[in-house]
């Protein structure tokens, strides 16, 4: 089930120290914990709003925040849909 995303988000599992914030803070659960770190579950869900990147501790996520989520949110006001960056649903 391998879907085509447009966003930017990017995580390097390594760097992760499995302090949670990234799930805490993720406002479309697009992370989960597996073994003691995180792991991306949701993937197509992330509106690169930014949240984990700036609280992860490690720096082991990167997303493209700004552009991304702006047009994620003009599309679901638009729509009346849930904001996603994803044209894969
Ligand atoms: S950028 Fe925002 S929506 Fe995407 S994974 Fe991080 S916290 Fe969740
Ligand atoms: S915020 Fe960073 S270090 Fe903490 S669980 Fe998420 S990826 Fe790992």
């Not at 805490?24 to 690169?48: D, L, M, R, T």
Request: charged residues 15%.
């Amino acid at each position: 089930m391998n879907k085509e995303c447009i966003n930017t988000l990017v995580y390097i599992p390594e760097l992760c120290i499995g302090c949670e914030m990234c799930w805490i803070v993720c406002p479309h659960n697009v992370f989960g914990a597996n073994n003691g770190k995180a792991e991306v579950i949701n993937g197509e869900a992330c509106i690169e709003c930014g949240a984990c990147q700036i609280n992860c501790p490690t720096a082991a996520i990167t997303v493209n925040s700004g552009a991304g989520c702006a047009s994620a949110m003009m599309k679901a006001a638009l729509t009346g849909r849930e904001p996603s960056c994803c044209d894969c649903k």
